[in-house]
């Protein structure tokens, strides 16, 4: 049976039991609602099944263990929650498309017991914690795409075992460590992609590596080897059987010596810190330099994230690296040794009697390193002291959003589909900010400034110099922070901070990507309330509020802006108690294609 791109509405509620012969069935690219009904297991002789491109949402039935798939195809809607371990009873699985949902959690290890899989994409989820190993069971794999996830830790050996596998996509996620040699052995592969992660080490030693393009091995660590855009690897200089049991012995020695000696080190030198401090502020100045480094080498453990390659690769800051300036510090474009390019921002400089805000600072400055978000900002390290204080991120290549919006070509090639997703990008950020963080971290200056633009015009917030932690014990007052234009009206009587203060200035941002331009005049010509969320936006209004640059847009695109328009909108309320939550404004927002 096959259903797809029939404009179909509703629920899946129907009478599963009289499907018993049914052995496809296709309803895709519809307009599908509710969750996929735990039923269909009532359809024994079913062998594919593709639900892909509707607004389905919910958990995916375990359910649909017992039957005996072929294929399972639903990718592109709104799906939570972890992928059932009862997937692994579908032995004659072999496809797998789950991309493009809300699915969390750890990938199942009992994927690897769908031993007939030849396709299998799990990207653009929110899958955390490292590969499964048992993924390289699947010997008959042909593409394995996990992209655009929050993967962590190094890559399983064993996925060097897939021998026919001709597709692989890894980027996009936080993996670390080098590749595993067993790769050396995929002979079939023939297209790679491991951008965007924090890889190290040489490519192997196929075709596919040596031959993949710059945006393949883009925005890693240190990776080196037989590729005309990376740096040879250093040639061994020791028998390696004799270094790997030489190493063995000098680490089993050294790593519990040294740490004992770096904690004495540490805790002596940090007493003897803070009194120097304490007693002379001028004594403090002249040890400025040792006191960074000390400092700098706690937070950040990158190799080439070093002081000395941060003042060389300025020059101490010459303004001809200056890429941009903002209230709280100058932004400049650093490439590294390595050939590796980051953003430090210089603070401004500190005034006397700031001391209890670094503090503050350098504990929040502790969270947000442990935030791994694809639509965030990532901060490698940050170092303070009197001469300098800097704090080093990721470079995000086409800059703030405000830039791409101002410039007429940039702004021409953000169409419509590509603004949506950027507004989606923000929603995902803040919602991972506000309800999935613990304490809660909230940004308080959410504006096109602080949101940067990749290659891709994927979105990321970025600068979080005034972002505060949501302590539930404490009343969260504070001092004024935010871009003018962009915060909430309720601060200019009261300063408590609140995620609704993020919400408001979300929905300034959004209403500029689809204008074009800051809202402020179109803001104050509404009158808004609750009820913002029936406002009359349709097709014919549209005309006024959108982008002019731009085509005006058609079919999907027109009704995606129309709801987004209308969700900006609520989150402009008046009323902070009536704006809707972030997690709520995503959960909308991932239901538009």
């Given at each position: 049976m096959d259903l797809s791109d029939n404009n179909l509405w509703g629920?899946?509620?129907?009478?599963?039991?009289?499907f018993n012969s049914l052995a496809t069935l296709k309803i895709s690219k519809n307009n599908l609602s509710g969750t996929i009904p735990a039923e269909l297991a009532k359809t024994p002789q079913l062998q594919s099944l593709d639900l892909s491109s509707n607004r389905l949402v919910g958990k995916i039935p375990k359910e649909l263990g017992n039957l005996k798939l072929l294929e399972l195809s639903l990718d592109d809607n709104n799906l939570s929650g972890v992928i059932p371990v009862e997937i692994g009873m579908l032995s004659g699985l072999t496809r797998l498309d789950l991309m493009a949902n809300n699915l969390n959690g750890a990938i199942p290890k009992q994927i690897g017991d769908c031993s007939k899989l030849l396709f299998l994409n799990l990207s653009?989820?929110?899958?955390?914690?490292?590969?499964?190993?048992?993924?390289?069971?699947?010997?008959?794999?042909?593409?394995?795409?996990?992209?655009?996830?929050?993967?962590?830790?190094?890559?399983?050996?064993?996925?060097?075992?897939m021998q026919r596998l001709e597709t692989l996509n890894l980027s996009h996620n936080f993996l670390s460590g080098s590749i595993p040699t067993s790769f050396d052995d995929l002979s079939a592969l023939t297209i790679v992609n491991i951008s965007y992660n924090e890889l190290e080490g040489p490519i192997p030693l196929i075709k596919a590596f040596q031959d993949a393009p710059f945006e393949a091995l883009r925005n890693n660590?240190?990776?080196?080897?037989?590729n005309t855009r990376l740096e040879a690897c250093?040639?061994?200089?020791?028998?390696?059987t004799t270094g790997k049991k030489g190493s063995r012995v000098v680490i089993v020695i050294l790593v519990p010596v040294l740490c004992s000696l770096f904690l004495i080190v540490l805790l002596v030198g940090g007493f003897f810190i803070i009194q120097r401090r304490n007693r002379n502020v001028k004594a403090d100045s002249e040890k400025g330099e040792q006191s960074c480094e000390e400092i700098y080498?706690?937070?950040?453990?990158?190799?080439?994230?070093?002081?000395?390659?941060?003042?060389?690769?300025t020059e101490e800051f010459d303004s001809k690296y200056c890429i941009g300036v903002g209230g709280y510090g100058i932004v400049y474009k650093v490439v590294l040794p390595t050939g590796r390019v980051v953003a430090v921002k210089k603070l401004h400089q500190s005034q006397n009697g700031e001391m209890d805000d670094f503090k503050a600072f350098k504990?929040?400055?502790?969270v947000l390193m442990n935030i791994r978000h694809r639509n965030i900002v990532k901060l490698y390290g940050f170092c303070s002291h009197v001469k300098h204080s800097f704090l080093v991120y990721e470079f995000i290549e086409r800059g703030s959003l405000r830039n791409v919006l101002s410039n007429e070509e940039q702004a021409m090639e953000l169409d419509w589909f590509k603004r949506l997703n950027v507004v989606k990008g923000i929603a995902n950020a803040l919602a991972y900010m506000h309800h999935d963080c613990c304490p809660p971290i909230i940004h308080r200056d959410i504006s096109s400034n602080n949101v940067l633009l990749d290659s891709e015009f994927e979105a990321h917030v970025s600068d979080f110099g005034t972002a505060r932690l949501l302590m539930p014990d404490s009343s969260?007052?504070?001092?004024?922070?935010?871009?003018?234009?962009y915060t909430a009206p309720e601060l200019a009587y009261t300063m408590a901070v609140n995620e609704k203060c993020d919400v408001y200035s979300f929905g300034v941002v959004t209403l500029e990507i689809i204008m074009g331009r800051h809202p402020g005049d179109f803001i104050s010509s509404l009158s808004l309330s609750s009820s913002s969320?029936?406002?009359?936006?349709?097709?014919?209004?549209?005309?006024?509020?959108?982008?002019?640059?731009?085509?005006?847009?058609?079919n999907k695109a027109a009704n995606g802006l129309i709801h987004t328009i209308k969700l900006a909108l609520a989150c402009l309320s008046a009323n902070p108690q009536s704006r809707p939550t972030m997690r709520q404004v995503s959960s909308q927002l991932n239901v538009i294609h």
């Open positions: 629920e899946l509620s129907w009478n599963w039991e009289g653009k989820n929110n899958f955390t914690e490292s590969i499964p190993w048992e993924i390289g069971n699947l010997d008959s794999l042909e593409s394995l795409d996990l992209s655009q996830n929050s993967l962590t830790r190094e890559i399983p050996q064993q996925l060097g075992d660590r240190a990776l080196c080897g037989n250093a040639s061994p200089t020791i028998n390696k080498a706690i937070w950040s453990n990158d190799r080439d994230i070093q002081y000395e390659n941060i003042m060389k690769g504990s929040e400055i502790c969260n007052w504070t001092s004024f922070a935010g871009t003018f234009g969320l029936t406002l009359p936006i349709d097709q014919h209004t549209l005309e006024d509020v959108i982008d002019q640059r731009l085509p005006f847009p058609r």
